[in-house]
Every structure is written in C-alpha cells, then in structure tokens.
C-alpha cells in the first residue's frame, strides 16, 4: 500500500472511531468516553456506561454511524488552556484525568464531528464525513478492557471495528479471517499434537515429542546458516544479578515485566532478554579490531510477564526461545553488516516462501541516552538501508529504549503481516557496560553493537508457520515424514522392514498398527498432514515394490523402496 492509501486509512479510521463514539452518545445515555484510535484492521472505542453492549446493538449502532456519516460533517479543530479543557470535559471523567496528566506546556487539543461528538484528540482526521461515504466498516466484538490497560482501575466496554476504504477491502479481510479460523495454530497445535499450554503455567508452553521435532528441525537449519554466516555459539544464565539489570537498563526501564527472586540477600532477575550476558561474554576478554565484526549468537529462553488477558497461543507468551545475536563492530562497519543480516533474512524467509517488508522505528517516549546519539544511530540505519537499495517505512517513537532499529515484517500465506525479525543498532550498551576494542594504532575504542534476530521468538513464529502451511509442514519440516499403512496384518512385518530402512536413513517413520480398515487409516493419515503414505499389500510384497501416496493427492505411485529413499532424501536435502 502507498504511503497516500496508508495515511489515508489511518485518518479514516481514526475519524470512524468519533463516529463510533458518536453513534454511541446518539443510542445511549450517560456515557463515559475512554479513548478510540485506529489499529491494523480499523477502530476501537472503550466506554463507561450501564448498557451492557450485545451483539443485538451491532445493526443499531452501525446504522447510526451512517446516518452520522451521510450528515457530510465538518471535523473541527480547537486549540484549549488546561483550564478551558478541563472545563469542557468537565462531565467525563476520564478525559479529564487524561487532561491532568499531560506534561505541563503541551498543547490541548479537540476535534468536533460537527455537533454530534467531541473529543480529546490530536489527530489526524479526514475533513469532511462525506469522505467516509465509501468507508466499509463492520462491527467486529465487545470485549472488556481496563481503563490504561491496569487491573486496579475499571473495567470498560471496548467495542472493536473492521474498517476499510471500500467494500471489496473489507470482504477480502473478512474472508482471511475465514480462513485464519481454519488455520489457528492453537487448534491445529492440538490436532498435530506440537504443544499444548497448562493452567499450571500460563502463557507457558509445553512442547509435545512432534513439537519437539518441528522446533530441533528450526534449530537445525539456524545453526546452519549462522555458522557458514561466521557466528559464534554461547550460552548464558537464565538468571543474573540486580546489579548487571540495573547497569543494562532494563531494571529501570523494564522491570515490571521481569520475574524477580532473592539468593540469599541479593536481587536476581530472570532474564527477559539476552543482551546482558552478550555484553558480559565480550568484556571477558580483551578483542582487536581484526575479529572485528564479532557475531556471538545465542538461543536464550527469555521470560517476560504479560498480562493474561493478552496471552494467546504461542503468539504471545511468557517464556520462549530467541534466536538471538550479538554483534560487535566498528562505525564503518554499519553498512555492510546490516547487508549481511539482511542477506541471511533473505536466505531463510524465502525457505518458508514468506516475504517481507522493512520498518524503522525511531527513538521512544522512554529512552536513554543522548538525543545526539539516537540522531546518529537513526541516520546510520537510514544509509545502510538506502545505500543496499531496501525500502523502507519510518515507524516514529517504536524503537527499543536503548536504540533505533529495523523491523522486518514477513506476510504470510493467506495476506496477513507479523513482525519477526528486528535489527537494533546500540550506541548505548557499549557505553554503559565500558567494552572496548584495540584499533590499528593500538587505542581502545568503543564498538557500536546491533541486536539482531530472524524468527524473532523461535515459538512465535512455529505459531506463524503452523498457520501460513495450515499444519501441512513442508516434508523436511514435518513431524512425520511418513507413515507406512498395512492393508492387513499379515503385512506388518514387511512394514518394520520399510520402516528401519527408512529410519536408517534419518527419514522419520512411523508404521500404522492399528487394527483398522485402510479407509480409516488413510483419513488419519491425511488429518495428520504426514507428507507421504506408503501402502503395502500383497501385491507390493510379491513385487517388493511400495505404493507411495503423496499428500493432497488420491493416486498412488509404485516405487523401489532404494528410488523412494533416494526421492524424499533429495527433497528433504533441499529443504522442500
């Protein structure tokens, strides 16, 4: 989408959410407002009131919103003292304590729908209503939502959107929500037996032998990679003291998201991120700047706490698995590396057919460091992503506290976009952990450092693949690689025979045993998404050929077991 259609929707959207608001104030009596921006896939507003909103109140609300709409509404800017405002807000509650807590000089704004809704807001907006004629929007669910996202305050009524610049965008998102159903990883998590998530642990998960298989087989192929791309392994503690958190940072900036525990007197964390120990693995040795770019990886378990109410499957969890890496480097360096991390970005997105799109996100409200030092590290990001020719979209005030970086966002099977793979350019760590490096004149000089990872959270994106394949894993990928079906049990021994042989060979086999008809198994066979079924008879017995089903299709194709082997292995070497 060009940026034009971007900033349009957002102002779209953003004034579809007053409109809601509106349509709100219209039905019902004594609202009180929270707020109502625009998100991915169009609106939300939360609201204070004795109505308990159904999905009853859906058509209702919709038809006012367009009749609000049809009104060709003016949407007009104000600029208000705190006391004006507090003054205007008066009767609502939340606005005012949201007027209060705005840093002292920062300037109040309102925009009005006309005369049919005014609000707190910055903006932006489109002019006039009658730019939203064509707007195709749906009333999507209510759910509850605490004011500011905190347990200790109330509980309001959040009522979400689908919005859209015409029909045909909202039936399209509508029918990949179909779909998206079908493919929830959770569902297909538990049919697949990968993982499953315990009210013993929550956000959680536990990874069942298949799983286990699946997440190895990732491992596998990143190892690869990296070691051929010139990492270097490590492995830190999953714990550390206080004082290297409050060093880093993150005690400051970052811990009502740690799990904390005491060692006798001292305060320990959890870690909720691996840099630290990256930082502690380089300054246990003095380095020179021939080993200069230094790529340390490490796969860290990490634990963060998030609130339960946004756990959801393995897309948002409480503890997982990074790939993640370090990499020390000089200033001139920048270009190149990045390159590099984009070269291995291209390499392993494409194995999965997944494609993506560049977003660099900026110094956040909450940062350290000097702003001089956050303009430079944004501008040397800038040049190496124009300077390699990747495009790019600015992402303002999204960057992490300690520095700027480049989210990578993949698209997946069926249209929708994650966030996975980040690189972070540091000049803050270094600093403030005093690493060093001896130059070519024999000086100590401070390196730059890039954070980066690919799958991002190695159990998030096995929640994205599972959903972008629909659970039908690509052969080198899967669980099950084969199962091998008797049409009797008279077969069963030549089917152990096939099965070792094919074991041997490091291709994962399974024999059916059951005592079952061969309709029967096959549908399980093909419930189970295994990529290829092997059929034995008495036929294949007096030929000592088999007879190979490939998924998604209903023919059968007679083999040697050796022309099999030799099939499936390239396919598997090949990674297909």
């Known amino acids: 989408m060009e940026k034009e259609q971007r900033d349009l929707l957002l102002k779209a959207r953003h004034t579809m959410a007053h409109v809601l608001a509106g349509a709100v104030k219209s039905i019902f009596?004594?609202?009180?407002?929270g707020i109502g921006p625009a998100i991915d896939n169009g609106f939300y507003y939360d609201f204070d009131m004795d109505h308990v909103i159904t999905e009853e109140d859906f058509e209702k609300i919709e038809q006012k919103m367009r009749e609000i709409i049809s009104q060709n509404l003016d949407m007009t800017k104000a600029v208000l003292t705190k006391e004006?405002?507090?003054?205007?807000?008066?009767?609502?509650?939340?606005?005012?304590?949201?007027?209060?807590?705005?840093?002292?000089?920062?300037?109040?704004?309102?925009?009005?729908?006309?005369?049919?809704?005014?609000?707190?807001?910055?903006?932006?907006?489109?002019?006039?209503?009658?730019?939203?004629?064509?707007?195709?929007?749906?009333?999507?669910r209510v759910s509850g939502a605490y004011w500011?996202?905190?347990?200790?305050?109330?509980?309001?009524?959040?009522?979400?959107?689908?919005?859209?610049?015409?029909?045909?965008?909202?039936?399209?998102?509508?029918?990949?929500?179909?779909?998206?159903?079908?493919?929830?990883?959770r569902k297909l998590g538990k049919e697949l037996g990968l993982f499953f998530i315990s009210d013993y642990a929550p956000g959680m998960p536990f990874y069942m032998p298949k799983g286990v298989t699946?997440?190895?087989?990732?491992?596998?192929?990143?190892?690869?990679?990296?070691?051929?791309?010139?990492?270097?392994?490590?492995?830190?503690?999953?714990?550390?003291?206080?004082?290297?958190?409050e060093v880093s940072g993150h005690w400051d900036h970052y811990k009502n998201n740690m799990y904390t525990f005491k060692?006798?007197?001292?305060?320990?964390?959890?870690?909720?991120?691996n840099c630290p120990g990256g930082m502690l693995y380089y300054k246990e040795?003095?380095?020179?700047?021939?080993?200069?770019?230094?790529?340390?990886?490490?796969?860290?378990k990490v634990h963060r706490q998030e609130a339960s109410g946004t756990l959801h499957g393995l897309f948002r969890v409480r503890c997982f698995t990074q790939d993640d890496a370090h990499i020390f480097l000089k200033k001139e360096q920048l270009e190149s590396e990045v390159k590099n991390i984009l070269s291995i970005v291209d390499e392993m997105y494409k194995t999965f057919n997944l494609s993506y799109h560049l977003e660099l996100s900026t110094m956040p409200e909450s940062h350290i460091g000097d702003i001089k030092d956050w303009q430079e590290a944004e501008e040397g990001l800038k040049n190496a992503l124009t300077h390699i020719g990747k495009e790019y979209v600015i992402n303002e005030g999204d960057g992490a506290f300690y520095g700027p970086k480049i989210d990578i966002h993949i698209k997946d099977?069926?249209?929708?976009?994650?966030?996975?793979?980040?690189?972070?350019?540091?000049?803050?760590?270094?600093?403030?952990?005093?690493?060093?490096?001896?130059?070519?004149?024999?000086?100590?000089?401070?390196?730059?450092?890039?954070?980066?990872?690919?799958?991002?959270?190695?159990?998030?994106?096995?929640?994205?693949?599972?959903?972008?394949?629909?659970?039908?894993?690509?052969?080198?990928?899967?669980?099950?690689?084969?199962?091998?079906?008797?049409?009797?049990?008279?077969?069963?021994?030549?089917?152990?025979e096939i099965e070792n042989s094919l074991k041997s060979n490091g291709i994962r086999t399974e024999v059916d045993e059951r005592n079952e008809k061969l309709g029967y198994k096959l549908r399980s066979a093909i419930s189970q998404k295994i990529p290829y079924v092997i059929?034995?008879?008495?036929?294949?017995v007096e030929s000592s050929t088999i007879s190979v089903r490939r998924r998604g299709q209903s023919e059968t194709k007679s083999y040697s077991l050796d022309e099999f082997t030799k099939e499936i292995l390239d396919e598997i070497n090949k990674r297909g």
């Open 263 to 273: 060692v006798e007197e001292d305060d320990f964390a959890i870690k909720p991120m």
């Open 285 to 300: 040795n003095l380095h020179s700047y021939k080993e200069l770019p230094l790529r340390v990886a490490e796969l860290g």
């Open 413 to 496: 099977a069926i249209g929708r976009t994650w966030q996975c793979g980040t690189i972070q350019l540091d000049m803050q760590l270094p600093k403030r952990f005093g690493i060093e490096y001896v130059d070519e004149d024999g000086t100590k000089k401070e390196p730059l450092m890039l954070h980066r990872v690919v799958y991002g959270s190695i159990d998030r994106f096995i929640g994205i693949i599972t959903e972008n394949y629909a659970g039908a894993f690509p052969t080198w990928l899967s669980p099950l690689q084969v199962m091998i079906v008797p049409i009797s049990e008279k077969f069963l021994d030549r089917c152990k």
């Open 29 to 33: 009596k004594d609202v009180k407002f």
């Open 148 to 185: 500011r996202g905190s347990e200790k305050n109330k509980m309001m009524q959040r009522v979400y959107v689908y919005g859209f610049l015409d029909k045909a965008e909202l039936k399209e998102y509508l029918k990949m929500l179909e779909e998206a159903q079908r493919r929830d990883h």
């Open 535 to 540: 059929i034995i008879g008495e036929n294949e």
């Open 84 to 140: 004006e405002a507090l003054e205007k807000f008066k009767d609502q509650p939340y606005k005012v304590e949201l007027i209060n807590d705005l840093p002292q000089g920062s300037e109040i704004s309102t925009y009005s729908l006309g005369d049919v809704f005014c609000d707190l807001c910055k903006g932006p907006h489109v002019e006039n209503t009658k730019m939203l004629r064509s707007f195709a929007f749906k009333i999507n």
């Open 214 to 245: 699946l997440k190895n087989e990732l491992i596998k192929y990143w190892r690869e990679v990296h070691q051929r791309a010139g990492y270097l392994e490590i492995e830190t503690p999953m714990a550390m003291n206080r004082r290297l958190w």
